[in-house]
């Protein structure tokens, strides 16, 4: 008879043990997925509607590739040319990365029906410190029939001369519109451009227009 002799080692299964939290520590903070943009907006659609004068809707036909590229494949808006009610609809959708996206496509949208390029307005879509601002000549001085016309001039100057000084200088775009003025830029620039042209309605000659425009863009620089 024959005897069984016992197993000399065994393999014994190692459990990686729970860790232990002391008495009085705080248990692990968790660890949350961020939330999408579409998951903020308790998965509601925000929509924004952009208004199509009808003078800029030639200039939208030859432009909306331009447009709609960026909008759609780098931004993550929808949108669309309603032709029916002559106006731009944008709209988020489920992967939208960021629901400001929405805001800053209408503006860029907004930007191009005031008059200003595709090249210029889509710097509203990268940089978050830009933004439009209008006024009217009326808001600087009451003018009419040939003052109006001559100070209309003197913005613009001899060939848009002097538009394209204070754009330079300022780091801004303008757009002329009959006797509207639409600014695009950080608040600083569009501050001194503002003052440049608001000196010209007035009445001052372009000279010295330039030469305080040459000291403020200067101390501008230096602050930066």
Known sequence: MQSKEAPTSMDVEA?????KVEFGSLPMKPKFKPLSAHEMSDGQVQFRKVNVPPHRFSPLKKAWMEIYTPVYEQMKIDIRMN???RRVELKTRTDTPD??????CADFVHAFMLGFDVIDAIALLRLDELYVESFEIKDVKTLRGEHL???IGRLSGKGGKTKFAIENATKTRIVIADSKIHMLGSYKNIRVARDSLCNLILGSPAGKVYSKLRAVSARLAESL
Do not use: E, G
């Open 149 to 151: 016309s001559r100070a």
């Open 99 to 104: 629901i400001s996206n929405l805001q800053k």
């Open 83 to 85: 032709l029916k009610a």
């Open 15 to 19: 459990v990686p043990s729970a860790p």
